[in-house]
């Protein structure tokens, strides 16, 4: 039984340098081999081809991880570390990470397929961002003291939970694993994490910034393998008393269970949407298509809260389409090499993903929708495909009801105000919603309306740590970012002192 | 003319301490008195400072108007404040040693103290403050939804005057400046005219972190001058002074007066120190004797009055005279001192002269009480015992080594005696009983309630005054209110009016 390692040499021409680290499971401080002594291959999404393998790690290194965490947990970490030691090592790893920015996203680009520009400048910025807010927060986990009478004394505690489970997707591998990591650690728990087996390569590379930063070995452990292994065992863990998951609704719906039946683990989904996106006649249209074509463009589409139904309202329909259709071709010619400055659009992340999303299509055709533009693969190698638009679709049809995750969006026309928010209701998911109107106040009474845990005026798919997201109805449990995910990594002990009551 | 003088450290070093003032990041002259800042320990000229006039406060109000609106404020996101306000952190990290030495030098206290007290939650408040500096929240709240949004906003304040005391005045000047930067503030800080080098030296590497130039502005002055130009000032949006009872009158009158600006103050004290007759009595010694002599009583929470249940009077009050005979008083680079010198010649001549106010109102000298021989303002612990409640050893601030020594019969005696003050800084109580413990917590009038302990902050735990010695609260996430400033906003997206009503 080995740890592999991983090494590569990257080109440019953004960025030249080499990349270096083991792939095997990283528990207590150290990269050890995975039980089952087999390996995951690793694809590169733009060539198709295997460039790495990882360990495969199973139910007993989950066990494994646990007793590690649960020890650094009862020794070191918890509230042993207090609050402002917690959130300076948290700094001191987004430190590390903003000085190694170009080879993580040199990384994330090779693994996952998006674009260097983009991983670079958003994914790996912004979970550097999300750690310093985080570490903002260690110090300041605040209970209550609340009034009841001068014979009591009575406050709450917001304590750590413990060893709490993280299961993390693939389309922003370095960016959720932050979102999970800033606030379990600054409020003070230890983690067992499992990255996609898709793409695991910088989860694995902050491992040593994670010890570099002064983290004590057993506080993060980083389990490789597949969901229904790792992630089944994470879930039904006796000893996990908390798992937050990041993936489809229906991988949630398993998690969920799974925790019920073990040992009613806490459980924090962020699952998938189907979010809308409504343009009034009065919004500004050049602005609106912008907006639009990244709300479902971003990330090749591989977003939770892509706008991938778009709702134009009739008066300026036409126009829209006009002007989204030229958007759209300019997009289309800029997909290709993640590691090419000009590149917009790289590589869906893997082959399963590429067929699901040319199925997909298929249906949308075969169903009657009008295939407007793109609709065809891109290119002869890679998992590239056209951005993709269809328009005249029903409600009925699965491209308007079901989550594709990949570049293909819906556009419908609209009539009324009525119409259109029921419509943009109607699906079991809520975890976005975006609205294009210049009338703020209608805007903004329609943003009321609109059932998802986040809503966007006059812009898409702009998050900041600062504000917490998630789902209303079947995309989720809790929210992440903002303070509100530290609710998820806490729990609230009320003490009650005596004073002078005697029975 | 270079506005800068060589400066020989305790350690021998020898460093450039800037001298003029600082103002939108120049260097200028001020146009009044040079200061003379003096060796506390040694009595002798350490250099002398340039000194603000009232036209100078204005050119520095005016710089720090200036950058609250083009360059912070609402001009800067929350989030690079917080980077700026961690790279200060590392700064003052990064040169803790030679601030540590600077500070002993000015103000007098033992260098080790100022390294491992002073700048070490220096650094922690700014790493404290950076955390909120994001995290500035205002509410959303239901009122129609049909009609209106509501919500609040918690914009900076403005124009903040800061005025710092000379007991601590690196500490003092991060209990400022971090939360007023955190929250978007800009600042004219007017350090002691005693005490100001620090200060200058802390401005430079707030440039040097890369603070917009005005963000902060660094006046010192006399406080009748520099201090009464901020509080009265008509630019100026909000004055926070830490020091005496008096001249923090003086400043809210001057606050009034001019354009009605928020006011807070951290004020005197004469804080009790109370030992009930569970208490573990070497423990409750040596939190009662570090907490009169701990920056050699030049602590505005200072446990200035002790009260001992008589039932353990005698006992406690010989192993607390043991323990006070035991405190070295030297200079401060004497890493054997426990205290340095009183920091002035003014502040030596007050506390000697209430030594022999003690003696002459008849109160009994347990130890101390000497006049020191040699140079240096130095005086040694002193406690007074067989104290009445009106003597002014018992009434007045004194901030000095100076213990005044009562005893108490019953609890509800040792609460009345404790709250006999129109001052409510701080307390302090000893006892194993638990239930006591929260009784007595619970009665005792004062911002802050040691149990079992004394003297010891956390920068995320508020601090300030009931009663006379304060308003507003420094530290924890309640000085952020401090600093900012509720606009709340009602959008009408639904409500038309009817006409005429």
């Not at chain 1, 990257?10 to 340098?17: A, D, L, N």
């Not at chain 1, 299961?167 to 800033?182: Q, V």
């Not at chain 1, 997909?335 to 298929?362: A, K, L, N, W």
Request: proline fraction near 4%; charged fraction near 20%; aromatic fraction near 10%.
């Amino acid at each position: 039984m080995s740890v592999k390692t991983f090494s590569y040499e990257f080109t440019g021409p953004q960025w030249k340098g080499k990349t270096e680290f083991k792939t095997g499971n990283f528990i207590n401080g150290e990269f050890v081999p995975g039980g089952s002594g087999k390996f995951i291959d690793v694809y590169n999404p733009t060539t198709g081809k295997v460039i790495a393998q990882i360990s495969e790690g199973n139910a007993a290194d989950v066990d494994l991880a646990v007793d590690a965490a649960q020890k650094a947990y009862d020794t070191v970490w918890g509230l042993k570390t207090p609050g402002f030691a917690r959130g300076k090592l948290l700094i001191r790893l987004a430190e590390l990470i903003e000085e190694n920015v170009d080879e993580l996203a040199s990384l994330e680009a090779l693994d996952n397929g998006k674009t260097f520009a983009a991983a670079r400048n958003f994914d790996v910025v912004e979970a550097a961002a999300c750690l310093r807010y985080y570490a903002g927060w260690a110090d300041k986990i605040h209970g209550k003291v609340i009034e009841t009478s001068e014979e009591k004394f009575g406050y709450t505690r917001h304590e750590p939970i413990g060893v709490v489970g993280q299961i993390i997707p693939w389309n922003f591998p370095f960016l959720m694993l932050a979102w999970k990591l800033g606030p379990a650690l600054a409020c003070g728990n230890t983690i067992v994490l499992k990255p996609s087996e898709f793409t695991s390569l910088t989860a694995l590379r902050v491992c040593t910034l994670i010890s570099a930063a002064g983290f004590p070995p057993g506080v993060v452990n980083i389990v490789l393998g597949y969901g229904q292994t790792v992630g089944a065992a994470i879930s039904e863990h006796m000893k996990i008393e908390k798992v937050a998951f990041t993936g489809s609704t229906a991988v949630g719906r398993t998690i969920m269970k799974a925790a019920a039946g073990s040992n009613l683990k806490k459980v924090t989904l962020e699952l998938g949407g189907k979010s809308p996106n409504v343009v009034f006649n009065d919004a500004d249209v050049d602005q609106a298509v912008k907006w639009a074509a990244h709300g479902i463009y971003f990330n090749h589409g591989q977003t939770c809260c892509a706008g991938s139904r778009i709702y134009v309202q009739s008066g300026i329909y036409d126009s829209f389409i006009e002007k989204f259709t030229a958007h759209v071709k300019t997009l289309s010619t800029l997909v290709g090499d993640p590691f090419h400055p000009s590149t917009f659009q790289g590589p869906q992340v893997s082959q399963i993903q590429y067929d699901r999303i040319m199925h997909y299509i298929e249906s949308g055709k075969s169903q009657g929708a009008t295939l407007h533009l793109g609709g065809e693969r891109h290119g002869t190698e890679g998992y590239f495909i056209q951005p993709t638009v269809f328009t005249d679709v029903e409600p009925h049809m699965k491209i308007v009801q079901e989550e594709i995750f990949g570049p293909v969006g819906v556009i419908a026309k609209f009539e009324d105000e009525e119409d259109v928010v029921r419509q943009a209701n109607d699906t079991m998911y809520g975890l976005a919603a975006a609205v294009f109107s210049r009338d703020v106040g209608r805007a903004i009474s329609v943003a009321h309306r609109l059932q998802a845990g986040t809503v966007w005026v006059n812009c898409v798919n702009m998050l900041n740590s600062q504000i917490p997201f998630g789902g209303f109805k079947q995309s989720g449990i809790g929210r992440e970012l903002g303070e509100y995910a530290l609710a998820n990594y806490t729990n609230v002990k009320a003490v009650h002192v005596n004073i002078g009551t005697n029975m | 003319m270079a506005l800068t003088a060589d400066v020989t450290l305790p350690n021998g070093k020898k460093v450039t301490v800037p001298t003029g003032l600082y103002i939108n990041d120049k260097w200028v002259e001020g146009s009044a008195p040079k200061l003379d800042i003096v060796n506390p320990a040694t009595e002798e000229l350490i250099c002398q400072v340039s000194a603000a006039s009232e036209k100078d406060i204005d050119a520095a109000v005016a710089a720090a108007r200036l950058a609250f609106k083009t360059t912070w404020g609402k001009n800067v996101t929350g989030f690079e404040r917080a980077k700026l306000i961690n790279k200060l952190a590392d700064l003052i990290e990064r040169d803790s040693e030679e601030l540590a030495q600077l500070e002993s030098l000015n103000n007098g206290k033992p260098v080790k103290f100022a390294l491992g007290g002073d700048i070490t939650d220096t650094i922690g408040c700014f790493r404290y403050y950076a955390g909120w500096a994001d995290k500035i929240v205002g509410q959303t709240i239901e009122v129609d939804n049909k009609t209106k949004l509501a919500f609040t906003r918690h914009e900076p304040i403005g124009v903040c005057g800061q005025i710092i005391p000379w007991n601590y005045p690196i500490n003092m000047w991060a209990w400022k400046v971090a939360p007023a930067l955190a929250t978007g503030c800009t600042i004219v800080m007017k350090p002691s005219e005693i005490t100001p080098l620090t200060a200058l030296k802390l401005n430079v590497l707030v440039t040097e972190a890369g603070f917009p130039p005005g963000v902060l502005n660094t006046v010192p002055s006399l406080g009748s001058v520099g201090g009464a130009a901020l509080a009265s000032h008509l630019d100026v949006d909000k004055v926070a002074f830490t020091g005496s009872t008096i001249t923090g009158r003086k400043i809210m009158e001057a606050a009034a007066k001019s354009n009605l600006k928020k006011v807070s103050l951290e004020l005197g004290g004469k804080s009790p120190h109370l030992i009930f007759e569970s208490a573990d009595l070497d423990q409750a010694a040596n939190w009662a004797i570090m907490g009169i002599t701990w920056n050699t009583g030049q602590d505005c929470t200072a446990g200035s009055r002790l009260y001992v249940q008589d039932s353990i009077y005698d006992k406690f009050v010989d192993i607390l005279v043991k323990k006070a005979k035991e405190f070295v008083v030297g200079p401060g680079h004497d890493d054997n001192v426990s205290g340095g010198p009183l920091v002035s010649k003014t502040q030596f001549e007050r506390v000697l002269n209430y030594i022999a106010a003690g003696k002459a109102e008849g109160a009994t000298v347990a130890c101390g009480g000497e006049k020191w021989n040699g140079k240096g303002y130095f005086v040694e612990p002193t406690i007074f015992t067989n104290v009445k409640p009106e003597m002014k050893i018992v009434k007045e601030e004194i901030f000095g080594p100076v213990l005044a020594i009562g005893k108490f019969q019953t609890e509800e005696e040792a609460i009345a005696l404790a709250n006999d003050t129109t001052y409510g800084l701080g307390a302090g109580l000893h006892s194993k009983d638990a239930d006591q413990c929260m009784r007595v917590s619970s009665a005792l009038e004062a911002g802050t309630v040691w149990v079992n302990q004394y003297n010891l902050l956390n920068n995320n735990v508020p601090f300030g005054g009931k009663k006379q010695s304060g308003i507003g609260r420094e530290l924890g996430s309640y000085a952020l209110e401090e600093y900012t400033s509720i606009k709340a906003v009602h959008w009408n997206f639904g409500e038309k009016l009817p006409w005429p009503l």
